[in-house]
Nanobody, 126 residues
């Protein structure tokens, strides 16, 4: 399955971006979908997970209150709305799933997931 992220770009501090995740030709409706981000030289950080069935949503501490994840099953897409962006949010953002769990286990290490997109760069200028 091919996962695709989009929506990254350059934004000023305090600004907003909305990232999208989809899998052309593959139905993501049944699976928990995760967002991670990575800064060069650092471990990939889990920032959000949205479940498919029980409605549970999780956020990493660094983004709580600023980022909102949602999904539109009719469009086969998952979104990450990022508000009040800070320079430290600068990273490559990835969408990930294991095509197994329908509900999120929480924010877990990236090694739990096998299916990843190529990422989209988000740069926040000060």
């Amino acid at each position: 399955v091919q996962i695709e992220e989009s929506g990254g770009g350059l934004v000023q501090s305090g600004g907003s971006l909305r990232l999208s995740c989809t899998a052309p030709g593959f139905n993501l409706d049944y699976y928990a979908i995760n967002w991670y981000r990575q800064i060069p030289g650092k471990e990939r950080e889990g920032i959000s997970c949205i479940s498919a069935h029980d409605g549970s949503i999780y956020y990493g501490d660094s983004v709580k209150g600023r980022f909102t994840v949602s999904r539109d099953n009719a469009k086969n897409m998952v979104f990450l709305q990022m508000n009040s962006l800070k320079p430290e949010d600068t990273a490559v953002y990835y969408c990930a799933t294991d095509l197994n769990r329908s509900n999120c286990p929480g924010i877990v290490p990236h090694t739990w997931y096998a299916y990843w997109g190529q990422g989209t760069q988000v740069t926040v200028s000060s």
